[in-house]
T-cell receptor
């Protein structure tokens, strides 16, 4: 299984809502990532988890809260978002502790904040 | 932190021509350089990658070259086809996470 699965595929939420994005992989990867991608822009790194511990937070606003419940799952909790947070949110995973290897991307969650 | 510059931002070629996209990186500790293709509405897909101990790598019509001294690497696509039309991103990593270039929109006309 070389898939990274993200749910939901699409999400529309109001600025007062609380929602969560989910990501799952069963490749035994111990590094997992959240990226944000706006239209016609590159993926922008948000968070990195290594062995289920947060290792990088790229100065992301606190309205985005990541969580790694176990080695296969990665969540992104959303609260009080702004319309400018509308974007494609990509989860990725890769092996850790070895020579750099391929990062596998999920299909993304397209988020619209209204 | 790492900064990756990518050129050109758009590239239009005729079917059968070659296409070249160039990237430079800033962090000399970067040691992994993948290239991703992203079609509209889809996830980035790895098409080829190269590690810092290799100068060139080829996979059918696609090749990547790396010049560590100059800190630049390039993607070469030969015999382009309409289905090669997409956005291409280069990236660099020191082992923590991928940092992407701004992307190149490649259009191949038949």
């Amino acid at each position: 299984d070389t898939e990274v699965t993200q749910t939901p595929k699409h999400l529309v939420m109001g600025m007062t809502n609380k929602k969560s994005l989910k990501c799952e992989q069963h490749m035994g990867h111990r590094a997992m990532y959240w990226y944000k991608q706006k239209a016609k822009k590159p993926p922008e790194l948000m968070f990195v988890y290594s062995y289920e511990k947060l290792s990088i937070n790229e100065s992301v606003p606190s309205r985005f809260s990541p969580e790694c419940p176990n080695s296969s799952l990665l969540n992104l909790h959303l609260h009080a978002l702004q319309p400018e947070d509308s974007a494609l949110y990509l989860c990725a995973s890769s092996q850790e502790g070895q020579e750099n290897t391929e990062a596998f991307f999920g299909q993304g969650t397209r988020l619209t904040v209204v | 932190g790492e900064n990756v510059e990518q050129h050109p931002s758009t590239l239009s070629v005729q079917e059968g021509d070659s296409a070249v996209i160039k990237c430079t990186y800033s962090d000399s500790a970067s040691n992994y350089f993948p290239w991703y293709k992203q079609e509209l509405g889809k996830r980035p897909q790895l098409i080829i990658d190269i590690r810092s101990n290799v100068g060139e790598k080829k996979d059918q019509r696609i090749a990547v070259t790396l010049n560590k001294t100059a800190k630049h690497f390039s993607l070469h696509i030969t015999e382009t086809q309409p289905e090669d039309s997409a956005v291409y991103f280069c990236a660099a990593s020191t082992g923590t996470a991928l940092i992407f270039g701004k992307g190149t929109t490649l259009s191949v006309s038949s």
